[in-house]
Each structure stands twice: as structure tokens, then as C-alpha cells.
């Protein structure tokens, strides 16, 4: 596996569909082999006992990864440009994993307070259980979170947007903060992925992405990923995942390494479909707010545009409230978007995002009931007519009601 920064043979778009071993490393093939194996047979009895020694860039026994493993990572690496990646088997493992390659009893770690909710979860229920102490933080704090740092602060963790209102975060500010005083980073990517947002450029050291959303793009498999910026931290992750025994499925990595062949292609259409459906809904009397970062009216809007350059299909819709009758109403006879956890697959989503998250810090969110829209591949005219029936329906409930 090639590490080190990631040279870019073109601009992304090219990038994401050459990235990966060449097909002259591949006896002209274009796409990876996929190699099944938990075996791997040796030669002699001298490569066999200095096997170890290849742990961290080749084939030395299934569990830590296989020739269509290193094939996504190095494709990963190059899109991040970073030093090296580890390939995990859910988003929800390389969040897992990377707290837990930084963290022991009696240490401190530093988490944005709109976290996604498995990674609240895992921290309440398995870090804590173990003695880590979990420190919250508001999303708009910037380099005032080096007043929260401790001699015992052994990773500050970030995810922007945040999960389901959206927030943005200044990351390079706490980057350089944390940085400033030894203490690693790391951030969930999945909104951006590498093609909107490259946190390593902006001072992180581990960017992580749930690969079964918009790198794979067709909701058919699970995978994480975790992108480090140094061979020190690339190796501590590397060593938590064969503690722990995470692996990922060689065929679910050839299936997200086909995925990302398209991933610009996609991404464009996700961004276009979902500035249509928001344009639509800012007319929508029923509409309170939009959670966007790409939206002006956004609050994270300044950040967004600084920072990253496109925005995905996943946004939020705060409306004025609805009934449980008018609840029902409005998803259970929708036609195309579909009733379901995850995004970033080809089919448009629409689900229920309350009661609001748990939040340490109050974060102004209006009362009222906050649908999470995934913005497909679908013709946006369709999609509209879809959500304007669902409105339909809400609204003669509530003549019906008086309301």
C-alpha cells in the first residue's frame, strides 16, 4: 500500500476515478481483485516469523486486511490526502475506533456537543463504563477551546455539520488550538466526504467517514474509514482496529472502491437536488427554518463558505409542528422518498429527526417538528410533487381540525 502524501494525478473529479492502484499493478486490470482470505501461506519459516513486521502496509494475515482492502485505503488516502488509511467494517466502528485508540481510564476527551447520536451513545455507555472522562463542548466555541483543555486531554473529536440541526464548527481554528498544545484531533467527514471538505488541510489529524454513505452511494454495504495524517497516528489506529479485531468485508470494500468511481458525478446531482427541494420548501408556509450550511440564512453560512467547497444532498427542515395524525399523514403515503436510517445511497429519504437530540449546551432550536431530508438522484420536479402531496395531506387535516 502506497503512504505518504497522496500524490493527485488531476484535479478530484479525475482523482476519484483513477485513485487506487494503477492497472499495470494489476496485470491490466482495472478494478482491484477481490481477495477472500483469513490465510495467508508463507514460504519459508524465516517469512513467517517476521511476518509482523508487515502489519502495517501488506497482506499478512485476513483479519488486517487483504490487496482489495489496501486498494480503497490507498484510494481513500490519496482523496484526503493523507498519510495513510485504515479500513473498518461500519462508520460507526472508525468513530469507535479512534476514540478508543486515544483514549484509557482517567483520561479526558474533548467532544463537539452535536455529535452524532451512536457516537454520544458509545461514549456514554462503553468509554465512561471504562473511566474516560467526556467533556462537551458548544459547536460555536473556535479557539476558545483551549480554556477547556487539561493535562490529561488526549483527543479533541469534531463532526460538521453537526448531527441533524447542522451546526457548523470552525475546525481550523481548533485544530491549531489543540495542536498548539500536542493534543490530536479528529473529525467526522461523512457530509462533505474529501471532495467538499479535506479536514487534513486544515490542521486535523484523523478524518473519519461512514463509507457506507456517499462513498459507496447505493446503500448495499457498511464501511468506515479512518484517514490519519502522520505514520504515528496511522499506526495507533491500525494497532486499536487489530486489538479490537475490526476487519472489513473484501467485497464491501470493492463495492465502495466501484462507488467512489462516481462519486463527483453523484455528489453534483445530490448538491443541485437539494438546493431545488430547499428553494421549494423556503415557500412552504409551514416551514420555520432551514438547516443547511449552504443556505444564506444558515447560520454556519460564513463558515461553509470558507471552509468546503460543494455540500451534499442531507439537510433538515424545521416546521411549525405536526400532530401524530399529521405525522402519519405526511410520510406514510409519500411515493418516493422512502422511510429509513443512513443517506447519502441514490434514493431520496425523509424521516422524523425528533424528539431534538440530547445536547449539554442549548443550541436555539425552534419548537416544532424537524424532518431530515437525504436529496437523491431522482428528478427534482418528482420529488416536489411527492412533498407537496405530503403537505397536502397535513394541511386538510388541519382544516378539518381547525387548525
Keep these: 500500500m502506497k503512504k505518504g502524501p497522496q500524490a493527485s494525478t488531476g484535479r478530484d473529479p479525475t482523482l476519484v476515478v483513477h485513485a487506487g492502484p494503477a492497472p499495470r499493478d494489476q496485470a491490466g486490470v482495472i478494478n482491484p481483485p477481490v481477495d477472500r482470505a483469513s490465510t495467508i501461506v508463507y514460504d519459508s519459516v524465516e517469512a513467517y516469523m517476521d511476518r509482523h513486521k508487515g502489519l502495517y502496509d501488506t497482506v499478512i494475515y485476513g483479519l488486517y486486511g487483504t490487496r482489495t482492502t489496501f486498494a480503497l485505503a490507498e484510494a481513500v488516502s490519496a482523496l484526503e490526502r493523507g498519510y495513510a488509511t485504515v479500513i473498518t467494517s461500519s462508520g460507526t466502528s472508525a468513530i469507535a475506533l479512534t ?97 467538499f471538505f479535506k479536514p487534513l488541510d486544515h490542521g486535523v489529524d484523523i478524518s473519519i467517514a461512514s463509507a457506507t454513505k456517499y462513498l459507496s452511494g447505493h446503500s448495499d454495504c457498511l464501511l468506515g474509514t479512518m484517514t490519519a495524517a502522520s505514520e504515528p497516528v496511522y499506526r495507533q489506529l491500525k494497532d486499536a482496529a487489530a486489538r479490537w479485531g475490526n476487519c472489513a468485508s473484501p467485497d464491501n470494500c470493492y463495492l465502495v472502491h466501484r462507488g467512489i468511481r462516481t462519486l463527483a458525478a453523484r455528489l453534483d446531482r445530490h448538491q443541485r437536488n437539494a438546493a431545488r427541494l430547499i428553494d421549494w420548501f423556503v415557500e412552504q408556509p409551514e416551514v420555520v427554518a432551514i438547516r443547511y450550511p449552504a443556505h444564506p440564512a444558515d447560520p454556519g453560512n460564513a463558515i461553509w463558505k470558507r471552509d468546503f467547497t460543494g455540500a451534499s444532498g442531507l439537510f433538515g427542515v424545521q416546521l411549525d409542528g405536526l400532530t401524530p395524525a399529521e405525522t402519519s399523514a405526511f410520510f406514510n403515503s409519500m411515493s418516493l422518498f422512502q422511510l429509513g ?37 431522482e428528478e427534482p420536479e418528482d420529488l416536489i410533487a411527492d412533498l407537496a402531496a405530503a403537505f397536502g395531506r397535513v394541511r386538510a387535516l388541519r382544516r378539518e381540525g381547525g387548525r
Design 341 to 377: 436510517s443512513s443517506w447519502g445511497g441514490f434514493e431520496s429519504l425523509a424521516v422524523p429527526a425528533w424528539p431534538a437530540p440530547v445536547r449539554a449546551f442549548p443550541n436555539g432550536e425552534a419548537d416544532g417538528a424537524l424532518i431530515r431530508i437525504h436529496a437523491g438522484l
Design 99 to 195: 476514540l478508543t485508540a486515544f483514549a484509557s481510564a482517567g483520561d479526558h476527551l474533548l467532544v463537539v456537543d452535536c455529535v452524532y447520536g451512536p457516537t454520544r451513545n458509545f461514549l456514554a455507555d462503553v468509554a465512561s463504563r471504562f473511566g474516560v472522562e467526556v467533556e462537551y463542548y458548544p459547536p460555536d466555541i473556535g479557539g476558545e477551546i483551549a480554556r477547556l483543555f487539561r493535562p490529561n486531554t488526549r483527543l479533541v473529536y469534531m463532526e460538521t455539520p453537526g448531527s441533524q440541526t447542522f451546526d457548523m464548527i470552525d475546525v481550523p481554528s481548533i485544530a491549531a488550538a489543540a495542536r498548539a498544545r500536542g493534543i490530536p484531533t479528529a473529525i467526522d467527514n461523512t457530509w462533505a466526504t474529501p471532495l
